[in-house]
């Protein structure tokens, strides 16, 4: 499960290279992974659009720690859409 975690991190951010890794190990994306990548990005919104509005320095680094989330939920995502393409030809991705 360790690995899962810090594939993000061991491929820069790559879901060509997380998609290779995986198949090599035989691991999966479970579609969850995905949701609560997208959940984790989500809470940070108000937060960001608060300090965006007010134009405060705070908004600088909620905005790096929102698009490092969003990065990632679209890491998980791409792995995920490379495996279908693999198994069935296709995506819903």
Sequence with gaps: MSREASLFDATQGSPTEGFLLLKQDGGNIPPAWIERAKE??????????LALKSS????MGLLREWELALRKENFYRGIRALMELSRAGETKY
């Design 40 to 49: 984790s990005r989500k809470r940070r919104e108000a937060q960001l659009a």
């Design 56 to 59: 405060s320095l705070d908004a």
